[in-house]
């Protein structure tokens, strides 16, 4: 059967597949592109996220002796803000690479295999 469009010309069957494959590579540089940004937003929330608990959280923890909390509170609350600060470190990171591997593989591969 002749493919939608071909109207019975010779050589159509090729002409159709390299339609075909032209749509479904600008379909799949969408998709990437989407997917690049999303890692990009990623990144960038993590890095936010990073400065200001380092800047904000870790840098402003000070004992006067008159604080109605005790080492206790300053310990828990130190930890929590030290694992935050390695996740978000990891997460901007592993962020980082996996757009990196996304990359490389787009421009050595392309969008289709």
């Known amino acids: 059967a002749?493919?939608?469009?071909?109207?019975?010309r010779r050589g159509c069957g090729a002409e159709a597949r390299r339609r075909h494959e032209q749509l479904l590579e600008q379909d799949a540089?969408?998709?990437f592109h989407a997917y690049q940004a999303f890692m990009g937003n990623l990144q960038t929330v993590s890095t936010l996220l990073l400065g200001f608990i380092i800047t904000g959280t870790l840098l402003s923890v000070m004992v006067t002796g008159s604080e109605n909390y005790g080492a206790r509170q300053i310990t828990g609350f130190t930890r929590s803000a030290v694992a935050s600060t390695f996740l978000s470190g990891a997460s901007m990171l592993l962020g980082f690479v996996?757009?990196?591997r996304g990359a490389v593989a787009y421009e050595n591969f392309g969008v289709l295999r």
Request: proline share 15%.
């Open 2 to 8: 002749p493919m939608p469009g071909c109207f019975g």
């Open 29 to 31: 540089q969408g998709v």
């Open 98 to 100: 996996i757009q990196a």
